[in-house]
């Protein structure tokens, strides 16, 4: 089975900061990776699909690139309802569509 | 609009069984695989089950192999999780969601969930 790993696993940052979270893959999916946002008590939101599709409504200062092994989340600036966890996940091989373990982005 | 709203959650003891059911509308339902993902408490999100349009094809996480079936009514729009010989570790909620718009690369929409506790 495809593991991901992602990093860092928490980060702390202020209003307008650009956030950076990497999500990497045991073996090369493709293109067949999405992220999700989620607040607590609330279901997952997909931010960006393909690794670099943004979601129906997702704000533009969210983007998604990479491919292979090797993936990243960028938030240009972030805002205050972007305090969250994020999660990949991989579509090219399954059973199991893997999540990764998720970046909590808290307030510094 | 696409809806997905889970039911049949709450606390059962440890060997027992639970059934879980997922309304959707909003979209034609027997055109669209369907899963399963949960998490448990203050944990991360695990992907459970998959089931295809038809209800031909059924794939499961090894962590629920043998104890938990998912089946479709395609007649009533409704998605189950059947979990048996259930332990502590399945404590947590559970999300039915399919990629509807996007296709089959990412979950686009997600029912609010349903909470699953199994005592000890």
């Known amino acids: 089975a495809i593991q991901l790993t992602q990093s860092p696993s928490s980060l702390s940052a202020s209003v307008g900061d650009r956030v950076t979270i990497t999500c990497r893959a045991s073996q090369g999916v493709s293109s067949a990776l999405a992220w999700y946002q989620q607040k607590p008590g609330k279901a997952p939101k997909l931010l960006i699909y393909?690794?670099?599709s943004l979601g129906n409504g997702v704000p533009s200062r969210f983007s998604g690139s990479g491919s292979g092994t090797d993936f990243t989340l960028i938030i240009s600036s972030l805002q205050p309802e972007d305090f969250a966890t994020y999660y990949c996940q991989q579509f090219a091989s399954y059973p199991p569509f893997t999540f990764g373990p998720g970046t909590k982005v808290d307030i510094k | 609009q696409v809806q997905l709203e889970e039911s049949g959650g709450g606390v059962v003891q440890s060997g027992r069984s639970l059934r879980l059911s997922c309304g959707a509308s909003?979209?034609?339902?027997?055109?669209?695989?369907m899963h399963w993902v949960r998490q448990a408490p203050g944990k991360g999100l695990e992907w459970v089950a998959i089931i295809s349009h038809d209800g031909s094809q059924k794939n499961y996480a090894a962590s629920v192999k043998g104890r938990f079936t998912i089946s479709r009514d395609n007649s009533k729009n409704t998605l189950h999780l059947q979990m048996n010989s259930l332990r502590t570790e399945d404590t947590g909620v559970y999300y039915c969601?399919?990629?509807?718009?996007?296709?089959?690369?990412?979950?686009?929409?997600w029912g609010q969930g349903t909470l699953v506790t199994v005592s000890s």
């Open positions: 393909d690794a670099s």
């Open positions: 909003g979209f034609t339902f027997s055109g669209y695989s």
């Open positions: 969601a399919s990629g509807i718009i996007v296709g089959a690369t990412a979950f686009d929409f």
